[in-house]
């Protein structure tokens, strides 16, 4: 039986849409990891703008909650001289029940060419990239607790910049797995960028037990968990997503889990905390560890415009 096409890529292995990092190779990944690094100077311009996008519409459709997604996701947008237009959810008229695919057919017919979503639904944005002209593209900017392709993007970005070489890493995730859609992007993308050693650090009841068969190593004791760690990716206790007693207690989950200055001296000297936020301080991390020498929290926003610019510049330059 012929194998169904990958939706993100068109006949020729191009990206059109940014739907998960599941299934992209791994030349696909380098491509817009290198793509970001040309990025990164625009940054630092006086004016700080490439016409890439030039006489192009980006709509931002969060229907979730957001403050690095998308802002990051405008900024880029406008640096690549794109017209963007944010849909104020909570004022539009999905409030009045209008349905996710008749929006999508509203403002396509505003001349739409991209979408960036964030939806609590797993696999809205995919349901949107069937649904849109061919000429339109989509981002996925979270979806429920399936993928976040380019918090995952932007992870991998940082990494690279802070340790050059995945082949010869330890990364941990720590946290709350079972719900983070962060977690899932970034142990597709370790594993597709050869990242030899990925464990998932956490309760039983926050770690899905079917990534032994991903080749993550599932550890329940923290200690053993970030031991001689080169990489930490804290995550966030989502109690928004959490049906019934996941676990005892945030602080007995702190005091387990909580990455302190005394946990962090079992990882490698030079290992880095990552975290994409929102931080919970106290819970899944100490302020003396999210401010401290080896947080690379805030570069990971910085890191986010040029990636998301190079995502955006990359799918609007292939057609389906
Ligand atoms: N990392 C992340 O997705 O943060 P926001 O929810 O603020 O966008």
Known sequence: MPQA????????????????????PREVLHHILDTAGTFLSVNDREV????????KSVFNLFF?????????????????????????????????????LDTIANLSAMHAD????????????YLIAKHCAPHVHVVNAGDG???????????????????????????????????SRVARSDIHALTTLGAPEIRAVGPKTLVPGDLKEMGVRVCHD????????????????????????????????????????????LAKPDAIVMHPGPINRGVEIDSAVADGGQSVILPQ????????????????????
């Open 301 to 320: 926003v910085t890191f986010g415009i040029a990636v998301r610019m190079a995502v955006m510049s990359i799918i609007a330059g292939n057609v389906a």
């Open 145 to 179: 607790r399936h993928s976040h392709p380019t918090q995952g993007l932007l992870d991998m970005y940082t990494i690279r910049h802070f340790k050059k070489d995945f082949h010869q890493l330890t990364v941990a995730v720590v946290g709350d797995i079972v719900h």
């Open 64 to 100: 979730e909650n957001s403050t690095r997604t998308r802002t990051t996701f405008e900024i880029a947008a406008k640096r690549l001289s794109a017209d963007v237009i944010n849909l104020d959810i909570a004022r539009s008229s999905t409030a009045k029940g209008e349905s996710l």
């Open 48 to 55: 700080k703008k490439v016409p890439l996008l030039r006489g």
């Open 114 to 125: 991209m979408f960036v979503v964030r939806h609590g639904e797993s696999g809205a944005p």
């Open 222 to 265: 923290m200690a053993e968990g970030i031991r001689d760690a080169d990489v930490i990716i804290m995550l966030r206790l989502q109690n928004e997503r959490m049906s019934g007693a996941m676990l005892p207690s945030a602080s007995e989950f702190a005091k387990t889990y909580g990455l302190t200055p005394e946990k962090l001296a």
């Open 5 to 24: 096409r990958n939706p993100q890529l068109n006949a020729h292995g191009e990206l059109i849409h940014l739907l998960s990092i599941e299934g992209l």
